[in-house]
Structure formats: C-alpha cells, structure tokens
C-alpha cells in the first residue's frame, strides 16, 4: 500500500488497525502482527508502535509485558459505552455554550446548519457536522476535555459516516434541537441533543456492524 502524504505516518497505522476491527478481520483477543503492518503500509515500526500506544490510550487496544498488543474488549457494550461517554463529553462542551453564547459562535454555527440543511450528498453533510461541533468544542472545550474528544473521534473511521446514506435525515434534527438550545440559552436541552445524537449513533453502528458479522464469530466451522 503506497503511503498518504500529507497524513500522519501514526494515524494512517491508527486508521488502518481501526478498520481492521471494524470489518472483523480483527477480534477481541486478537494479537496486532507488527510485521504484517510494516508490509502492508510500507511503514517502519516507530509509527506503528505510536499508534499501538494511542490505541491503548483510547482503549482499543491492550499491551501485555514481552507479547505484544492485542484488541481489547470490542462488542455491543463497547460501542453503546463509546457513544455514550462521546455524547456526554459533547454535551459539557454544548452546554457551556449555551451558558454563555456570543454572537461569533452563533453566526457560525447557524451558516453551518444552512449548509446542512442544504447538503445534497452525505459527505458535504458530514463535513459540516464537524465543522458545527468543533466550533463549539474549539471556544467552549479546554486542553483536557478537548483531548477526551479527540480520542472518542479515532473509534471509527471517517468513511464509516460519510458511506452512511441516511445521515441528513437521522441527525440533523439533534443539530437543530441543539442550535435551538443554544440560541435560548438552554445548557440541560443542549446537553440533551448531544446524547441523543450519540444514543442514535451508537443503535446504527451496532446494527451494521452485526449486519457485517462483526459481532458474530465468523471463523467458526
């Protein structure tokens, strides 16, 4: 596999064991190959073993002294608890905005859901649910609660929601219901939007993925 300039050798080994798990090719329990990696990314093993231990960080993986790294723990309660802890970490940063919006943020956030009311195609859609969330996480999220964030980000890959054909339809009522929120100055509705979005999140992940196997033991006889 040629390398992605312009991307960050650690996140492309990050993406790619990240969509290993996704598509079943990895399982729980499963022990990461090192040298299958180095073959198929053309990478040498200091990026690899970066994203082993940011994986770890985020829960993905485990290390085990003299053995190597191996998937941890990755079901139905993973994705449910993952969503969960992503809808509530959104939400603190949500209501702080609706705490206390200014003007700036507002303008922003409402050209933002023009854009995504407009969307005709999922990707521009969900170019701009990031654009919305990080205008709030930017101004109303700290180092700590910003990097909590970012590590619930890495848990699937990008094209796992652009590929998801019904995205306007199913979250840009959260959007609206949380824009409305912040408008009114509404911290708990805020907070609110954002578990219901990661609630929905969370029920369309395990059902494709249980579609795809997942979740079932596909190497049995």
């Known amino acids: ?37 180095v073959r198929d990314l053309g ?9 082993v231990v940011q994986l770890e960080h985020d829960g993905i993986l485990s290390t085990r002294y003299h053995r190597g790294a191996f998937v941890a723990r ?10 969960e802890l992503y809808g509530i970490l959104n939400g603190i940063a949500s209501a702080r905005c609706a705490a206390n919006p200014t003007p700036r943020v507002l303008a922003q956030l409402e050209e ?10 999922v990707k521009t859609f969900q170019d701009n649910c990031w654009v919305f969330r990080r205008a709030i996480n930017d101004e109303y999220a700290g180092p700590r ?34 824009f409305t929120a912040i408008q ?6 805020a907070r609110k939007a954002c ?5 929905t999140m969370a029920r369309i992940m395990i059902a494709e993925l249980t579609r795809r196997g997942v979740f079932g033991d596909l190497r049995s006889p």
């Open 74 to 83: 990755f079901d139905e309660a993973t994705v449910a608890e993952h969503h």
């Open 43 to 51: 990478l040498s093993r200091v990026p690899i073993q970066e994203a």
């Open 195 to 199: 578990m219901r979005r990661s609630e």
């Open 112 to 121: 933002t859901l023009r854009i995504m009311r407009a969307a005709k195609d």
């Open 145 to 178: 609660l910003q990097a909590t964030i970012r590590a619930g980000e890495s848990f699937a890959p990008a094209d796992f929601w652009t590929g998801y054909p019904t995205a306007k339809p199913d979250f840009l009522g959260t959007y609206e219901d949380e």
């Open 1 to 37: 596999m040629p390398k992605k300039y312009g991307v960050k050798e650690k996140d492309q080994v990050v993406t790619h064991i990240i969509n290993l798990v996704m598509t079943g090719k990895l399982r729980t329990g499963d022990r990461i190959d090192r040298n299958e990696i």
């Open 184 to 189: 009114d100055r509404d911290p708990d509705n």
